[in-house]
């Protein structure tokens, strides 16, 4: 209606010239609006059911997102020095990376089950284009992710050596004060015990070690089954006109697909027997019943 | 970036404000506009989910109403014909109009009158109605680009529409630069005077109000010229790499299609030449052929590094490393294996059609003197059966251009030479070439010898040398812009339309040419551009030539004059 309204008291005079102001907001290039921005005017109609994996798989996205921050601070906590023996800091890496992963793993697989469409349709196009997008997020997601916990490994590897440095330091600048048999005795049991932290402190960390390079493997499938949907920036597959192309040939192709399976089906060899053979029936009945009257 | 990241403006700020899936309906000439400045996953990270054509979209019946429909389409009568059967029967959400240039009022009431269902939520203009092609060089593309050659009688209509494109092209590079210029045009040539009156007459009356800008010190200058002051630098050979690509083989909205001359696997069919988005050609797209295969076989050596790295996996370290590195590596083994194809294609080339020795009669040609000598060369090129129809044209060509008024005997000879060694020449050609762009019909100073002080200069610079036989050859653009730079361009050869003078030196400067561009220009422009002489110079042109499509419009123009002749 407010189109129609324009027209008519233009026609009146002087109302396109007031509506048709200059757009004085943007410092880049020149633009000027004929009909006003209207809200909310229209409806925007139901999305198709798979619009509703697709939203789910962003939130996904998203939950991962603010887990990845908790994440960036536990680790960073964690490689502080603490009195403590930092398990709780330990259990809660672990917790959230795998919470993480989980995520990852779950939405990648309902990116390439439910939301692959066949078919030139326009809105399998929409759905392969949505398809795209969310896999270049999940992708860059797990990048983030393995970096994250690249580094991470590495600062515990170095805080590991220097623990293991340390020890053998402290072992062996232990001035050889007293040689008495009885401090030697006292020594080796003090050396025994400190051993057996170390170790311990070491499997603790191996194990953790082992753990992260799992997860670093998991997220490197992931990545290597979402590489084939995301584009390659500066390539051709990049470029708009190229795509608009594609869809065309591939609809071109399509329908010429169905033309000629539809020609090959009507001069198949099955169907011409199948008709042979129909019409032998008939004729065979046909004389069957001849053969019963006349005789 | 000037033209680019205007162009890119417009796009963003078209998707920006409206949320939710959308699709974005372009049509055949938007589409090129939006392809070279935003790439497809640019779009989609915009929410973006459905690229089509408006003509395609007509086709479907499929109901989409939970898409928002972005229109971006050129302001044509066909265009609004496809808008109104779209708005009587709509298939989306929502309707959001965007132009690219002025509307008329009569195509806004129209549109109303179809909105039936009040399904369009805006309608606005967005000037980006040119191919920003690189930072400082657009291009019209227009399919129809011979019309410029042709009188007005011959063909009125069509050179209109010819007229009215450019200048609507033109108006929407001022609109988006925010600026309103001086204008000047090429004294010889009707077509320049007619655009850029019809240029003045849309700026300073038909729309001064959206062209009424804040006057800052010194207005721009938009210099109109025609293609036939400058017909040498479409017909040479080029040694700089993107010149080289176009003239070899061919750009198209920096798109390089290789399908024609060879057999490829798929994904190096065709390849993109942006400086915008690929850095190796954005440092060597000025360089000269030889340069650039040493900065290639650099950049191969670099990849195999990487490559034997990437092959030498031992530890899980290691492991982690190539698969976080892995995209970052298949981008590099995309770029240098295009980079390696286009080398080695244009080398096939070069190799095949002896392109070094013709280009080297063909410099001479342009840049030195010595009739003689360049008569046994041109010969002798004529004779050799290696030679392609297309290079003996052009050196003839050539020959015409500079040698038409000396010794008329002998260029009769190489007309008979050609015509008889060429079997799909057709004759008169380069009659016709030299009747549009002879001595007389030029501007401006092609050869450097009507003015006392380029000749001293040629004798100066042939004392000195060249450090590069092939890329010796200056266009007459060089020489333009510098006498703009020094505020030394002459009143006679270029007048003011109206009655705006200027004293002085401009900041800005937007050059036009009518008939074409050429990438040898825009080098010329992105040189003079780096130098920091104080002027920001900007190149545009109706289409990007190359010797090829240059020919294509003579002969197509000759056509129509010779059947418009036959008739009257």
Known sequence: MILKELRRRSLLGGLCKTNTMKDQSFANGESRYRLQLRKGAATVGLPPAWVDVSEEIASNVQRARVKMNELAKAHAKALMPSFGDGKEDQQNIEALTTEITNLLKKSEKKLLQKLSAAGPSEDSNVRKNVQRQLATDLQ????????????????????????????????????KEEDDDLDDMIFSEHQMARLKQSEVYTVEREREIQQIVESVNELAQIMKDLSVLVIDQGTIVDRIDYNIQNVATTVEEGLKQLQKAERTQKQGGMVMCATVLVIMCFVMLVLLILKEIIF | MVLVSAVRDYVY????????????????????????????SELLQKEVFLVELIDSISKSKESMSHLKAVYFLRPTSENIQYMRRQLSNPRFGEYHLFFSNMLKDT????????????????????????????PYHFTLNMPSNHYYILPAVVDPSNLQHFCDRAVDGIGAVFLALKRRPIIRYSRASDIAKRIAQETAKLMYQQ???????????????????????????????QWTYQAMVHELIGIQDNKVDLRSIGKFPKDQQEVVLSSEQDAFFKANMYENFGDIGMNIKRMVDDFQQVAKSNQNIQTIEDMAKFVDNYPEYRKMHGNVSKHVTLVTEMSKIVEERKLMLVSETEQDLACNGGQVAAFEAVTNLLNNESVSDI????????????????????????????????AKYKPGLVQFLLKQAGADKRTGDLYGNRDFLNIARNMARGLKGVENVYTQHQPLLFQTMESIIKGRLRDVDYPYVGNHFQQGRPQEVVIFIVGGTTYEESRSVAQLNASNSGIRFILGGTAVLNSKRFLKDLEEAQGIARSNANVV
């Open chain 1, 140 to 175: 860059n997601l797990s990048m983030e992710l393995r970096k994250k916990q690249s580094t991470y490994l590495k600062c515990l590897r170095q805080q590991m050596e220097d623990a293991a440095d340390l020890e053998m330091n402290l072992n062996g600048n232990r001035p």
């Open chain 2, 13 to 40: 700020r078209m998707l920006q404000d409206i949320s939710g899936m959308k699709v974005l309906i372009l049509d055949s000439q938007t589409v090129s506009i939006v392809s070279v400045v935003y790439s497809q």
């Open chain 2, 107 to 134: 195509q806004i009431h129209l549109l109303a009158d179809s909105d039936e269902q009040e399904v369009v939520q805006q309608v606005q203009e967005f000037y980006a109605d040119f191919i920003a092609v690189d």
């Open chain 2, 207 to 237: 729309e001064s109000g959206l062209f009424d800008f804040r006057r800052m010190e010194m207005s721009p200058l938009l210099l109109i010229v025609d293609r036939r002051d400058d017909p040498v630098t479409p017909l040479l050979n």
């Open chain 2, 391 to 422: 290079d003996r044209l052009r050196l003839v060509m050539l020959y015409a251009l500079r040698y038409e008024k000396e010794s008329p005997v002998q260029l009769m000879q190489l007309f008979n030479k050609l015509a008889s060694r060429s």
